[in-house]
């Protein structure tokens, strides 16, 4: 499932998969250098001043909901 919502001050993304999940305590960048995955993500998102927020366990599926601030406003 995947939700997109504009709000006031920020946008947000909100995925969810009822997938195998897995332990986000042990998710590492792969040795050999390779790849992004969630240290990218995180890392992209905290530039930009957002936040970004992983639930997971094993057998139980995943969230991820990103928040991104919205700048730039033009103010009435």
Known sequence: MLT???LDTEVTLDIYDDGTGFDPAT???????????LTGLRERITALGGHLDVE????EGTAVA????????ETP
């Open 4 to 6: 997109l919502a504009y």
């Open 66 to 73: 990103i928040r991104l601030p919205l700048t730039g406003q």
């Open 27 to 37: 998710a590492h960048p792969r040795p050999d250098g390779t790849g992004f995955g």
């Open 56 to 59: 997971s366990a094993p057998g």
